[in-house]
């Protein structure tokens, strides 16, 4: 079993739809979580970090399930632009690694 | 500000050669973490070095080295490379003080290694 799960899709929305991915991970000592984008062939950047309490950032929303080990990322409205690989990432503090996951594949269709 | 700038952005070797891929960090970092991603796959991690030193490390083969210089910037070795070693190579760089990361990680925008 790999340390971060995420369903690969593809997920195929149209614009102005609401789509929603989830992301499980099995290291319960967990204390970083992050959703990362790539786009094809280029480097992956940061999305947003994801906290205890739940945030927001515009369209995008990040919430993280301690008990249950998963995060999630809450995508309204989707753009076109919004088509990439959705990365989730968890990292323990001090460990000075980060683990990703597989990715998610999102395409958002006129 | 340059961001994380790595070189080359694509190479071509052939069985059993070395290779060494170079990152130079964000203005202000003081740690590069190395990452391969096979197509298809997230970022696997390699290992991590600060201060010079190798922190940590993923689960890859002695024949994955690295380096850290003074200003920071790092080089990862790879040597009797095989066929599987074909993958995009990321360099990651980010702060951490008193054990924790101060700032997210940056990633450049990678080295396309092709084994042939």
């Known amino acids: 079993r790999k340390e971060v799960e995420q369903d690969p899709g593809p997920f195929n929305v149209p614009e102005g739809a609401t789509v929603a991915f989830n992301c499980t991970y099995s290291?319960?000592?967990?204390?970083?979580f992050f959703w990362y984008r790539q786009d094809c062939r280029k480097e992956p950047k940061l999305l947003m970090s994801?906290?205890?309490s739940g945030n927001e950032d515009g369209r995008f929303t990040a919430q993280l399930n301690r008990a249950s080990q998963y995060i999630s990322l809450l995508i309204r409205d989707s753009k076109l632009s919004d088509s990439a690989t959705y990365l989730c990432?968890?990292?323990?503090?001090?460990?000075?690694?980060?683990?990703f996951g597989d990715g998610t594949t999102l395409t958002v269709k006129p | 500000d340059a961001g994380v700038t790595q070189s080359p952005t694509h190479l071509i070797k052939t069985r059993g050669q070395q290779v060494t891929l170079r990152c130079s960090p964000k203005?202000?970092?003081?740690?590069v973490s190395w990452y391969q991603q096979a197509l298809g796959q997230g970022p696997q991690f390699i290992f991590q070095?600060?201060?010079?030193?190798?922190?940590q490390r993923g689960n890859f083969p002695d024949r994955f080295s690295g380096h850290q210089f003074p200003n920071y910037s790092s080089e990862l070795n790879v040597n009797a490379l095989l066929l599987g070693d074909s993958a995009l190579y990321l360099c990651?760089?980010?702060?951490?003080?008193?054990?924790?990361?101060?700032?997210?990680?940056?990633f450049g925008q990678g080295t396309r290694l092709t084994v042939v």
């Open positions: 290291n319960s000592a967990s204390q970083s």
């Open positions: 990432v968890v990292s323990v503090t001090n460990a000075g690694k980060s683990t």
């Open positions: 990651a760089s980010s702060e951490w003080t008193g054990g924790v990361m101060r700032t997210e990680a940056f």
């Open positions: 203005s202000g970092h003081d740690t």
């Open positions: 070095y600060y201060e010079e030193e190798e922190r």
């Open positions: 994801v906290y205890s």
